[in-house]
């Protein structure tokens, strides 16, 4: 927790998240309640409903949504205090660096050779 205590200290409270934190796409599109699954056994599981609630309430239902918010808009969230946002900036740090926490990457790296394929065979006319 301390790198995102570090982090913290430098990030601009007019900048989206997405500039600090390089989440790979198929994840933008998930539920903030898959945020619980990044979680670690011992964090408080209060905490963490407060979170995705006070979120959710703001109309944050992505982990692209609140990407693309800003540190001075998610500080105007109620009941999103500096221990929430702590929380979720840890979250969003594992993430980044283990994203098969979320999403199989197998499966995505299948899917994006398929959809290459399948444009390559359009520009041909094999396939409509």
């Known amino acids: 927790m301390s790198e995102v205590n570090e ?15 390089d989440i790979i796409e198929p994840c933008l599109t ?6 619980r ?9 209060k905490t963490i409903s407060l979170m995705i ?7 944050y239902v992505t982990i692209g949504h609140v990407l693309n918010a800003t540190w001075a808009e998610l500080g105007q969230v109620r009941n999103f205090g500096i221990k929430c946002q702590l929380l ?5 740090d594992r993430i980044v660096h283990h ?14 050779k398929i959809t290459a394929i399948k444009r390559r065979l359009r520009e041909m006319g094999m396939i409509q």
């Open 88 to 92: 979720l900036f840890s979250y969003l």
């Open 30 to 35: 998930l539920d903030i309640n898959e945020l």
């Open 99 to 112: 994203p098969e926490c979320l999403i199989h990457l197998e499966v995505v790296e299948r899917n994006r």
């Open 7 to 21: 982090m913290y200290s430098h990030i601009d409270p007019n900048t989206p998240l997405k500039h600090y934190f």
């Open 53 to 59: 609630g006070s979120l959710r309430r703001k109309r």
């Open 37 to 45: 699954r990044v979680a670690y056994a011992d964090e408080y599981k």
